[in-house]
Each structure stands twice: as C-alpha cells, then as structure tokens.
C-alpha cells in the first residue's frame, strides 16, 4: 500500500514507518518538525534502505495537503501527528483543541476529496480517564479525560466515529497506546523529547546518562504492590507492528470505526521499571521519593484480548527488553538527534 503517515517524524511515526516499509509498504511523511527532527526520517531511511518522501507542513495547510494527495494516490492514512504534552495542554488549551482538531478535520476532508478509505488513528489510553476499571476494555463508557490533551482524543475518536458511519465504505481504526517506551534494536531511532521530558522513562534514561542529576518517584503510598505507581508499558515496535495489523485488518472490519488497546496486559511499577533500567545500564540510579504528581491514577493496564482475538497481534517485548533497547539509544544518542 501507498501510505501518507502524518507525524512521521515523531516518536511513534518513525518506528512505525519503519516496520511498513519493511513490510513492503511505500511510506510518504507529513511533518510539521515542531516536535521532532528530520534526522529520524534520514535514519529510518538508512536502516531500511529505501526513500521516505518528508512534506514539511502543518497538517492544517489544506491546499497543501490536497496537492499531496493530488499527486501521491494513496491507499491509507495513518493520523499520528499531533500535540502530546500533558501540562503544556493545561496551560495553552487552545493550542491542542486547534491543532488536534484542525488537522484531524484537514485529514479527513483531503481524504474524502481523493476517495481514500483506511484510516489508523493515534488514540490514547488517556480516554479511560480516572475510573474505568480495570483492566480497560474498550467498550468502557463515557470516556473521559483529565487533560485538554486527553479530551481531544476522546473529541476526535468521537468524530471519526461519526463520520465512518456517514461515510460509505471508510474504516477507521482507533488505537489506544497503554505506555510506549523503548527504541528500534538498533539504537539509531528513539525517543528524543525536546525539552524537559515528563514521562517516567525518558526521564530514567537521561539520569542514566547524566542529563539529569536525579529521578522523582511520584508517590510510594499508592495501594499498589511496592506503594508506587502502575503502568502498562509497552515496546515501540510492539506498538508501531500494532499499526501494521490494523491497516491489513481494515477491509475485513465490520463496523466502520473500532478500538483497540495495544497493551501488554501486565502493569510495572515505577521501582520496578527503575530496577529493570539499572541492570540494562549497569549501574545505580539515585532517586528520590517526593509527593504524588495532580492527575495520577495509582495503576492502569490494558485488556489486550481484542487486539489479539480481531488484529493477530500481541506485544512480544517485555520490560528487559524495553529497557535494554532505551539504554541503546541513550548511550549512544545521549544529546538525542542531531539538529540536521
Ligand atoms: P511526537 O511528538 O514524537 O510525534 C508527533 C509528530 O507530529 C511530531 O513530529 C510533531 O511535530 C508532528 N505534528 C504535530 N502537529 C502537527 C501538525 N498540525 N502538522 C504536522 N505535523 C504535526 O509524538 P509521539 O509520541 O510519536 O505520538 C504520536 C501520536 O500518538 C500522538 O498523536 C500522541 O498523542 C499519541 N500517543 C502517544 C503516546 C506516547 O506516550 N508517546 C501515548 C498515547 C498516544
Ligand atoms: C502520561 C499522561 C497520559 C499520556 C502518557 C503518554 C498524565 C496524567 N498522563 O501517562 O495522558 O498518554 O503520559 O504520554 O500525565 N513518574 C514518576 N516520576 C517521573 C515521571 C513519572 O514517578 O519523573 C511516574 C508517574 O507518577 C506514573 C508513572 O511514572 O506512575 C508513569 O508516568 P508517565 O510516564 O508520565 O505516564 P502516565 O502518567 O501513565
């Protein structure tokens, strides 16, 4: 298939690009670079020895975009592209609302305009906010959320919903990252946020390799097993080949829209992921123990049944692994990409 992967330049998207074409798949990139560098797609070329075409262009540009799919045909659009932060959609809600929105909205007008009918969508376990059980099964309602960040993935999973009904023939498949962390094997792509990092493991990574001094566990009096908190960590290239499955199930799907929680299954937690990156690194990580962070859950994982049952796929990567390979890609990238 001819792909257009918006945020391909991104953490996810690079990954994912990656494992389409060497699955055989042709790849065209749309990247603002707001958030990433053009040396993630130049790497991914290289492991894969094949072009990655990268439009740099904010997705809201629609004359842009119709040019795009003027001139490329394409089979299938995979929508990673957006806003991410947690705390930066609190302080500049407008920002995400629009982005998100807009560009989703772009997307699927150019897709209507060229006729294209396969959509993969970057959802979010955000969407099960505070109190779904657990473990969060997709048919869990209302979704909720408890950042503007959150709430446009559950807006925008609600509209593409919506116009999968109203639209003859178009599938869209709506996935739910529980935790991504880690890196390609190689160690050439990975996780480079810009900025200070929010997440626990890109936070453990520059501890390790002496960008920060120390890490803050947020909360040990959590009624989890160790006191801290639980999360469903899942493997990059788990999640990128989860995209791969959804695409090649997109034709067989019997509803127009679907989700599907690309999740282990199993929770770790924050000691514990500690313990597994102090033996992927071979040495001590000093932490502190400070106040839980506004906004947490004690724990969340994934039912990963449906993914397994409908999609083929399970995550084959456990918590060693995602370490090992992070720790790969921060040695040996420890200012992460170059500007060029
Ligand atoms: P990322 O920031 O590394 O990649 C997103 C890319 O999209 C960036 O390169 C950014 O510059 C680009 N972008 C944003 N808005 C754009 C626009 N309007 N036009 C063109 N390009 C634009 O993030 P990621 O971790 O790769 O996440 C990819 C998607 O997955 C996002 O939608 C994110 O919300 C979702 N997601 C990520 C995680 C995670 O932990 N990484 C978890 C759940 C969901
Ligand atoms: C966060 C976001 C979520 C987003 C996800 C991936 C919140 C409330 N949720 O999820 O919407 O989809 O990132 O981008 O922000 N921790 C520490 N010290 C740190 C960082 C984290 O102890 O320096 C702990 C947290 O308290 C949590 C665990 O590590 O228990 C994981 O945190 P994080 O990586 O930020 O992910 P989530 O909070 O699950």
């Known amino acids: 298939m001819r792909i257009l992967l918006t945020g391909g330049a991104g953490y996810i998207g690079s990954h994912t690009t990656l494992t389409l074409l060497e699955h055989g798949h042709d790849v065209v990139v749309v990247d603002d670079l707001l958030n990433s560098k053009r040396a993630a ?9 094949r072009t990655v075409p990268l439009h740099v262009f904010d997705l809201r540009d629609e004359t842009r975009l119709d040019q795009l799919f003027a001139r490329e045909r394409f089979d299938a659009v995979i929508h990673c592209a957006g806003l991410k932060a947690v705390g930066d959609s609190v302080a500049r809600p407008l920002d995400y609302y629009g982005n998100n929105l807009d560009s989703t909205f772009a997307v699927l007008a150019a897709m209507a305009r060229h006729d ?35 709430q446009t993935k559950v807006m925008i999973e609600q509209v593409l919903t919506d116009v999968a009904s109203a639209r003859d023939g178009l599938r869209v498949a709506l996935l739910r990252y529980f935790n991504p962390v880690g890196a390609h094997p190689s160690g050439r792509i990975g996780e480079d946020p810009q900025g200070v990092p929010n997440n626990l493991m890109p936070v453990i990574a520059r501890v390790a390799v002496g960008r920060l001094d120390r890490l803050q566990v947020f909360g040990a009096d959590y009624p989890t097993a160790d006191g801290t908190g639980e999360r469903d960590y899942i493997h990059v290239m788990d999640v990128a080949m989860g995209h791969l499955r959804a695409l090649e199930h997109l034709d067989a799907m019997v509803q127009p829209a679907r989700a599907f929680n690309l999740g282990t299954g199993t929770a770790t937690s924050v000691l514990q992921l500690l313990a597994a990156f102090e033996r992927a690194c071979g040495h001590p990580l000093p932490y502190d123990v400070v106040p839980r962070r506004p906004g947490d859950v004690p724990a969340n994982w994934a039912d990963p049944a449906r993914a397994q049952q409908e999609l083929g796929w399970r995550a084959t990567r456990g918590i060693d692994e995602m370490c090992a390979d992070t720790w790969r890609w921060q040695s040996q990238n420890p200012s992460g990409y170059p500007e060029r």
Not at 41 to 49: A, I, K
Not at 127 to 140: F, M
């Open 116 to 150: 294209v009918r396969r959509l993969v969508f970057s959802s979010s376990a955000t969407v099960y906010g505070e109190n779904a059980p657990l473990p969060c099964q997709e048919d869990h309602r209302p979704l909720s959320a408890t950042s503007p960040y959150g």
């Open 41 to 49: 797609v130049e790497r991914v070329e290289s492991l894969s020895g």
